[in-house]
């Protein structure tokens, strides 16, 4: 029955569509069939989520080939809940980039765009759905390497999209290059790279060979996800490429680096793996350090899209927070965050998109008066904005809320009380750098310039996202739960068994 | 009457008041092209929301106290509400001066010709509707979020005029209410969550004893309140009031004369007795230390005072002088003091919106905003100077007027802590309220008009000195009714 393929179907659909997407002959065709292809998958990852939240993580070998000759695919809950988000989240950008892409990209480009849109979209379910550490790798890449693509083509409008790309380009397979070289030592001592027995094979083992592949594992990641300092890539990728590219990879693919993080950390290394404090330690300097440099960097940007994508830096700062905490609640407040910062910032690139379509610019100059002359974008901005901020009724005080009360109850070199004051502090940031974008948009007077309107399937997907980040606001009961409990299933257990035995 | 006020239900009336201004929102934006209708529909409103804040008054009075929860976001975390009579009294207030205020905003907003009516009229609604929720407030997290409304919601009526004086004033009122709020309000309520797991306004508190061997740590903890509610303009986060005076008038007397200095003030008295408890803060030390910071705000503000020729800015110093005797109360969290702050939130009010009121008829009449212009005004504008002089004496305490007993409690609170110094700052306080606030008037009846004035200035009209002569003959009522109101708010003191 096709339900048993449940774990591998979301990464293949996309992963076959894309050829067939290059062939279509048109922008609109193209961007639905993608779109559609989307929703499919979104349709199994919800169908996924549903079964393993019912009945426990999921394994799945890679053409009938068992472990441990074949590829394992492994889902869990936090797995199935990041494979959700990343689904969702193309099925409501996707429908946006047809518009945006017609606006944005060459036309001859445009069906290699949406196929470029789905291999990255099925690059990163792959990541998530993986048993198998070098399979990690694998899919890291197609995703990044479909990302370089995406971002070059930004150079329509912007000729930098180039050097952005290029930069990333060689930041990244640096990145990658490290990731693969860990993987590679713990390959010499352990001799699997499945992900199971790595943990099996390291539990109780410590010596230098080991202790060089963790630091090169995650300083590889720590490329890819743009943890501070290694974020320079970030926002030039960010604010140079296509509108669309921009809202979709700042909720998923940093996201993603997260979670292949959390996997190494807890599930192949575990607690026992003696190097770890000393890894968190430096999570919890680096994040807090992150939050305040990119924050306090946003506040002096006159180009809006880098005041966001600055913004996502210092958010990652925020889950780096949470998952040095090494608690279930830090851990879960992390997934937290990660679920809610995705939502709002697309919301938020997407109102960008919606400016940037409409009068051609993202620099906040071009923002002035937009109150009068687009109301319903600029509402959906400043929903989003609120959410950065963390106010209540939105989705970003909820995980903030949860961030703080599991520095309450960590355990740490700094005292708990001053990491609550240093979150509250660059929120205050935070309200710096929004409230500059909302006086530009709703005090100054507008320019002359009148602007165009935004098509309807542009305006849904905003609002869509809008009414998400409110929602996730006042019923967050369901999402703080599950997370808890993916968070658990990654410490206390590691893959269901790990940790337990 | 009592069949009037039992028509709907409690929980129908929290929600009614908070709904009611809102709706009248959404009349005055329809009503944009006439005024007369849009006015209406501000004022009928402001009645049906005072309507339901009397009914949950007169409840609230026979003991009810009425509870209504909207939002669960988290278990703990919840937006709610649950009426005790210090808001119950604030909700009163602040909704019976609205509609005082709506009917003086007519008149001042059309004797001036302001620009962009309606945009003000709605914001009002917005503000009336976000300073009953803190009234009616159910724990600090509902607290907060209105707190925030409050500010928001009145920073486009700061920033009225909008020139580049406007802009000014409103980045340091928003910059101060925001960064004070985030910063340091916003930690205290995580911290009492942290610890407590709960947020809820408990009479005698929620910290319980847990801070009892940690006499600095509950310091800090009272400090990050104390300051946080900046709106209360304890010193040195006073600054956004006298800027905030760019506004025109009505929403200097009106917000910053009742509905968002007294939400500050409001809320350091609801956190001392239903967060903290009066009793814990009694004998904390960390209380003393900011009760004599609010008594140097005391006097400090009172010297600064003196020294302003416009007179909208001395009245803003003489507001933040005396809010600060709330704070006051509130740190000495004895019986008298809690009264004494109580019952200042209600004086200070019918008197400071009084003088405001004046400030802004004089300016309608005769376009004079310094005190220096203000000679021999008195005899052309009687009426003006005369509710000028009754609101001065309130404020000043001196009977019989509703500014009496506030000090009056106060210093009984003093006296039975055997604080010898506090008695002496309220007394040197009450002499030099008397110097800045009465010399305005008396020059406008003593001094001869200076020959160079137009002789065409006529008394302010009717609909800006009616209202400033309700406020008036209202600290006169309360001085009477003071009884009632302290027996009102007994329930708060239970036990101490």
């Given at each position: 029955?096709?339900?048993?393929?449940l774990?591998?179907?979301?990464v293949?659909i996309?992963l076959?569509?894309?050829?067939?997407?290059?062939?279509?002959?048109?922008t609109?065709?193209a961007?639905?069939?993608?779109t559609l292809i989307a929703?499919v998958?979104?349709?199994?990852a919800?169908?996924l989520l549903a079964t393993?939240?019912?009945?426990?993580?999921?394994?799945?070998g890679?053409?009938?080939?068992a472990?441990?000759?074949?590829?394992v695919?492994?889902?869990d809950?936090?797995?199935?809940?990041?494979?959700?988000?990343?689904?969702?989240?193309?099925s409501?950008?996707f429908p946006?980039?047809?518009?945006?892409?017609?606006?944005?990209i060459v036309?001859?480009q445009?069906?290699?765009?949406?196929?470029m849109?789905?291999?990255?979209?099925?690059?990163?379910?792959?990541?998530?759905?993986?048993g198998d550490?070098f399979?990690?790798?694998?899919?890291?890449?197609?995703s990044?390497?479909?990302?370089?693509t995406?971002?070059?083509?930004?150079?329509?409008?912007?000729?930098?999209?180039?050097t952005a790309a290029f930069?990333?380009l060689?930041?990244?397979?640096i990145?990658?290059t490290?990731?693969?070289?860990?993987l590679?030592?713990?390959y010499?001592v352990t001799?699997t790279?499945n992900?199971t027995d790595?943990?099996?094979?390291?539990?109780?083992?410590?010596?230098?060979?080991i202790r060089a592949g963790y630091?090169?594992i995650?300083t590889?990641?720590?490329?890819?996800?743009?943890?501070?300092p290694?974020?320079?890539?970030l926002p030039?990728?960010y604010t140079?490429?296509?509108s669309?590219?921009?809202?979709?990879?700042a909720s998923?693919s940093t996201?993603v680096a997260?979670?292949?993080m959390?996997r190494?950390?807890?599930?192949?290394f575990?607690f026992s793996?003696?190097?770890?404090?000393?890894?968190?330690g430096f999570?919890?300097?680096?994040?807090?350090?992150?939050?305040?440099y990119a924050?306090?960097v946003a506040?002096?940007?006159?180009?809006?899209?880098?005041?966001?994508?600055y913004?996502s830096?210092?958010?990652?700062?925020y889950m780096?927070?949470?998952?040095?905490?090494?608690?279930?609640?830090g851990?879960?407040a992390?997934?937290?965050h990660?679920f809610?910062?995705?939502?709002?910032k697309?919301?938020?690139f997407?109102?960008?998109?919606?400016?940037?379509?409409?009068?051609?610019s993202?620099?906040?100059?071009?923002?002035?008066?937009?109150?009068?002359?687009?109301?319903?974008t600029?509402?959906?901005?400043?929903?989003g904005?609120?959410?950065?901020?963390?106010v209540?009724?939105?989705g970003?005080?909820?995980?903030?809320?949860?961030l703080?009360?599991?520095?309450?109850?960590?355990?740490?070199a700094?005292?708990?009380?001053l990491?609550?004051?240093?979150?509250v502090?660059s929120s205050?940031?935070?309200v710096a750098?929004?409230?500059?974008?909302a006086?530009?948009m709703?005090l100054e007077?507008p320019?002359?310039r009148?602007?165009?309107k935004?098509?309807?399937?542009?305006?849904?997907?905003?609002?869509?996202?809008?009414?998400?980040t409110?929602?996730?606001?006042?019923?967050?009961?369901?999402l703080v739960?599950i997370?808890?409990?993916a968070?658990?299933?990654?410490?206390?257990?590691?893959?269901?068994?790990?940790?337990a035995? | 009457m009592?069949a009037?006020?039992?028509a709907?239900?409690?929980?129908?009336?929290?929600?009614g008041?908070?709904?009611?201004?809102?709706?009248g929102l959404?009349?005055?934006a329809?009503l944009?092209?006439s005024?007369n209708?849009?006015?209406?529909?501000?004022?009928?409103s402001?009645?049906?929301?005072?309507?339901?804040?009397?009914?949950?008054?007169t409840?609230v009075g026979t003991?009810?106290r009425?509870e209504?929860?909207?939002?669960?976001?988290?278990p703990?975390l919840?937006i709610?509400?649950k009426?005790?009579p210090?808001?119950a009294?604030f909700?009163l207030i602040?909704?019976?001066?609205?509609?005082v205020?709506t009917?003086?905003?007519?008149?001042?907003m059309?004797?001036?010709d302001?620009?962009?009516q309606?945009?003000f009229?709605?914001?009002f609604?917005?503000?009336?509707?976000?300073a009953?929720?803190?009234?009616?407030?159910?724990n600090?997290?509902?607290?907060?979020?209105f707190?925030e409304?409050?500010?928001?919601?009145t920073f486009?009526?700061?920033?009225?005029?909008?020139?580049e004086?406007?802009?000014a004033?409103?980045?340091?009122?928003?910059?101060?209410l925001?960064g004070?709020?985030?910063g340091l309000?916003?930690?205290?309520?995580?911290?009492v969550?942290?610890?407590?797991?709960?947020?809820d306004?408990?009479?005698?508190?929620?910290?319980g004893?847990?801070f009892?061997?940690?006499p600095?740590v509950?310091?800090?903890?009272?400090a990050?309140?104390a300051?946080?509610?900046?709106?209360?303009?304890?010193?040195?986060?006073?600054p956004?009031?006298p800027?905030?005076m760019v506004?025109?008038?009505p929403?200097?007397a009106?917000l910053?004369?009742?509905?968002v200095v007294?939400?500050g003030?409001?809320g350091?008295?609801?956190?001392t007795v239903?967060t903290?408890g009066a009793?814990?803060?009694?004998?904390?030390?960390?209380?003393?230390?900011i009760?004599?910071?609010?008594?140097?705000s005391?006097?400090?503000?009172?010297?600064i005072?003196m020294?302003q020729?416009?007179?909208?800015?001395?009245?803003?110093?003489?507001?933040?002088?005396?809010?600060?005797y709330?704070t006051?109360?509130a740190?000495l969290?004895?019986k008298?003091?809690?009264?004494g702050?109580?019952?200042q939130i209600?004086a200070h009010?019918?008197?400071?919106?009084?003088?405001?009121?004046?400030?802004g008829a004089?300016?309608?009449a005769?376009?004079?905003k310094?005190?220096?212009e203000m000679?021999?005004?008195?005899?052309v504008m009687?009426y003006t100077f005369?509710?000028?002089?009754?609101?001065?004496?309130?404020i000043?305490?001196l009977?019989?007027?509703?500014?009496?007993?506030p000090?009056?409690f106060?210093m009984l609170?003093?006296?039975?802590?055997?604080?010898?110094v506090l008695i002496a700052?309220?007394?040197?306080?009450?002499l030099l309220?008397i110097?800045y606030l009465l010399p305005?008037?008396?020059?406008?009846?003593?001094d001869p008009?200076?020959?160079?004035?137009?002789?065409?200035v006529?008394?302010?009209?009717?609909?800006?000195?009616?209202?400033?002569?309700?406020?008036?003959?209202g600290?006169?009522?309360?001085?009477?009714?003071?009884?009632?109101l302290?027996?009102?708010?007994?329930?708060l003191v239970?036990?101490l």
């Open positions: 029955m096709i339900l048993d393929d774990p591998v179907l979301p293949i996309p076959f569509a894309a050829p067939i997407c290059l062939l279509l002959p048109n609109r065709l961007g639905s069939f993608a929703w998958s979104f349709a199994f919800a169908m393993v939240a019912e009945v426990g993580p999921i394994e799945y890679l053409g009938g080939w472990n441990p000759l074949g590829i695919y492994r889902v809950l936090a797995g199935a809940i990041v494979m959700t988000l990343v689904s969702l989240l193309a409501v950008v946006y980039a047809i518009e945006s892409a017609r606006d944005e036309p001859s445009t069906s290699a765009f949406f196929a849109f789905l291999i990255c979209f099925s690059g990163l379910m792959g990541v998530v759905a993986t550490a399979n990690v790798f694998v899919f890291l890449e197609i990044s390497l479909s990302t370089y995406l971002v070059a083509l930004g150079a329509k409008r912007d000729r930098r999209a180039l930069t990333y060689v930041l990244g397979t990145g990658a490290f990731f693969v070289i860990g590679g030592l713990l010499q001799g790279l992900m790595l943990h099996d094979r390291l539990q109780g083992a410590d010596n230098k060979v630091a090169f995650f590889g990641l720590g490329l890819k996800l743009a943890m501070f290694m974020h320079r890539w030039a990728a140079y490429a296509p669309a590219v921009t809202a979709f990879l998923t996201k997260i979670y292949a959390l190494f950390l807890f599930t192949i575990g793996f003696g190097f770890a404090d000393i890894a968190f999570f919890l300097v680096l994040g807090l350090v992150g939050m305040f924050s306090t506040i002096f940007r006159e180009d809006v899209k880098m005041i966001l994508a913004s830096v210092a958010q990652i700062g780096l927070l949470g998952i040095s905490f090494a608690t279930v609640d851990v879960g992390a997934l937290v990660v809610q910062h995705a939502v709002m697309t919301t938020l997407m109102a960008v998109g919606a400016v940037f379509f409409a009068l051609g993202h620099r906040l100059s071009a923002y002035k008066g937009l109150g009068k002359t687009m109301p319903v600029t509402g959906v901005f400043l929903i904005g609120l959410s950065l901020v963390g209540p009724l939105t970003g005080f909820i995980s903030k809320w949860v703080v009360q599991a520095a309450f109850g960590s355990v740490q700094i005292p708990s009380l990491i609550v004051l240093m979150i502090a205050l940031l935070a750098y929004v409230g500059r974008i006086w530009t709703l007077e320019t002359s009148t602007p165009r935004v098509p309807l399937a542009m305006m849904a997907p905003m609002l869509l996202m809008a009414a998400v409110i929602y996730f606001g006042i019923d967050a009961e369901g739960n997370c808890r409990a968070a658990e299933s990654l410490l206390d257990t590691g893959l269901g068994y790990g940790g035995m | 009592e009037l006020f039992s709907v239900s409690l929980e129908t009336a929290i929600a008041s908070m709904i009611a201004p809102l709706v959404v009349f005055v329809f944009d092209r005024p209708l849009r006015e209406s529909a501000s004022i009928a402001g009645l049906v929301t005072l309507f339901f804040t009397l009914t949950i008054f409840a003991g009810a009425p209504l929860a909207i939002i669960e976001m988290l703990g919840e709610k509400f009426v005790e210090l808001g009294l909700g602040a909704s019976g001066l609205w509609v205020n009917v003086y905003s007519i008149g001042y059309r004797g001036h302001a620009k962009g309606t945009r009229y709605m914001a609604c917005v503000a009336i509707s976000a009953l929720g803190i009234a009616y407030a159910g600090l997290l509902t607290f907060f979020l707190y409304v409050l500010t928001i919601s486009p009526l700061v920033t009225h005029e909008r020139n004086a406007a802009r004033g409103g980045r340091v009122y928003l910059g101060i925001m004070t709020s985030i309000l916003l930690p205290g309520v995580i911290w969550y942290g610890m407590t797991g709960t947020t306004f408990v009479l005698g508190g929620i910290l004893d847990v009892t061997n940690m600095l509950f310091g800090i903890m009272l990050l309140f300051w946080g509610t900046a709106k209360a303009a304890l010193m040195p986060f006073h956004w009031l800027n905030a506004a025109p008038t929403v200097s009106f910053h004369a009742v509905a007294k939400a003030v409001f350091v008295l609801k956190v239903y903290f009793a814990n803060v009694a004998e904390s030390v960390a209380a003393d230390v009760l004599y910071v609010a008594a140097a005391i006097l400090i503000a009172s010297f005072a020294t020729d416009n007179l909208k800015a001395r009245l803003a110093y003489s507001t933040v002088s005396q809010l600060s709330i006051l109360g740190m969290a004895t008298m003091g809690i009264l702050g109580g019952t209600a009010a019918l008197g400071k919106m009084t003088l405001f009121m004046c400030a004089i300016a309608t005769t376009h004079k310094y005190i220096s000679r021999g005004l008195g005899r009687p005369i509710a000028y002089i009754i609101g001065a004496c309130s000043i305490g009977p019989p007027l509703a500014g009496t007993w000090k009056f106060l609170s003093s006296v039975e802590t055997g604080d010898l700052i309220l007394i040197l306080s009450s309220n110097v305005p008037a008396v020059r406008a009846f003593m008009v200076p020959r160079d004035q137009v002789s065409e006529n008394e302010a009209p009717l609909l800006s000195v009616v209202p400033a002569w309700l406020t008036a003959i600290c006169l009522i309360l001085f009477i009714y003071m009884g009632d302290v027996r009102y708010l007994e329930p239970e036990g």
